[in-house]
């Protein structure tokens, strides 16, 4: 057997890829690392036969032979994205027309148990249910994400000359990380990604695939509750459908988004993904990540949603008239434009949980003297010592109050845990939190963080449609239903007002629950909380 490997260690080229191929009696097997599926050739432009062509020259004609292969059935680079998350730039290659060049699949770990499968309507992503059983959940995939690749590899890597720092796609992830983080924001499940398994396409011609573990990965252990039978997030665990993946949730329109949008999407996602997994363990890093989550998010809306200029002389009001009297109001939107992304960040978070929030609380409850109050007067409040808290931990290192990190209290037959700490207070060695000051246990923030960002991604997304504004026409065709339940609704809204609550779908006549959360699952019901105290 004849054996090339090409490992490039230079900085100059920034090769931090690893191409390996093998010529051996059944043919050409050419094995290409988790790099390139995670899409890192974007920065570091990871051209094999560029590489090895260089480095190698004596099998430059090896390798010019599978990349004309690859590349002979692939679209001109011109007409793909050249920007944006790799595994959203995969699906619009796939929607362009782009045939796929392999498929992968990569294992799912996640302490949900999970039934059903996406196996259509998800582009060239698939989730497969393994029915893995009660074996341990960090070790045992409970489903398998096969994905095809419709990505073509780049040709060119230029000098390191011309290279310059950029993080707006990056998600400290791969191309499978993304497509995980979506599915566990969409399910409200922890879920991790592990390695590449299994390798099907146009070099591997073995129609079962071919195992592969050059790119496994370890999927750090899933904490157990500190206290037995006690969790912090109660309901991330249980049973969970991929069927309504497709159905329930606005994954099949992610390829939909702009590129900055499906960025920011990933990011804030790949937070609220790391924040679940270890919150039995690390609650107090869980209440950072979530809160690093909504401001990606709030950050991105804000930049598309408001001025500038009007940010700024809202925020420090005695600009305005500071540069008015030194006749240079030019140089004010120069400073506002500068500003933007630094000033304000605690209203620009709060603003948008209280624009993207549903009104709905919570749909299990503990009895009244252990719920919060679900207004907008009380969440405004929440959030900005939340934030608070927050900025303590980041600036100061004083880490998240012992009463919010705790696993909430419950008593049996109880729907739902405690949503806020109990008692007057609490004291430990060291510290002492008046009930006023905690207002909110993380498992609710968990649920107002997934919620808010879900609704903002329907809001990014093209062609979704307001439920307050929707016509019978916009409904029967955006969302699918009937056409006589589409004008049940709209005279539900005329005779009594616009919907409130999500919930109030269950009021018109024949609207059964599976068909409200259908509609709910692909339409909007905003605009915000109303400005007066409820």
Partial sequence: MKSIQAVSGSTDRGAQSLFTSALGQAGLWVFVSSWRMAGCWRTSRFAPRAMIAREMPENAQCVADFHDGCTSRAILSSQMDAEGPVGWRNWRAAEKGSPPLHTAEFPLFSDSWLVGHAESGLGPYAFLNTIRGDQAPDRFPAAVLRAAWHLSPDDAIPPASEWTTDVQ???????????????????????????????????????????????????????????????????????RSLADICRLSPFPRYPGLAADGASALVQSARLYQEAIWIAEQRPEWSWILLVSAIERAAGRWHKVTVDPLEWLCELKPRLRTVFSEAARLDLLGVAAEELKDYIGAKKRLVSFVLEFLPRDPPPARPPDPFQVPWTRAFLETALERIYKWRSKYLHLGVPFPAPMCEAPYRERGWDSPAEKPIGLGMQVPGGTWLAKDTPLMLHVFEYVTRSALLEWWKWMTPGTKDLNAATTAELASTVGIDPEAAERIVAYRELNGSFRLRADLRSVPEVERNLAELICAKTTLLRGWPKAHE
């Avoid at 400290?172 to 299994?198: H, V, Y």
């Fill in 169 to 239: 796609f990056y998600h400290a992830g791969d191309f499978a990380d993304e497509l995980t983080a979506l599915l566990s924001l969409c399910l409200g499940m922890r879920a991790q990604a592990g390695g590449q398994t299994r390798l099907f396409g146009s070099y591997v011609t073995d129609p079962l695939g071919r195992p592969t573990a050059y790119a496994v990965k370890n999927v750090s252990p899933l904490p157990e509750p500190r206290q037995r039978g006690h969790s912090i997030l109660p309901h991330t665990g249980g049973q």
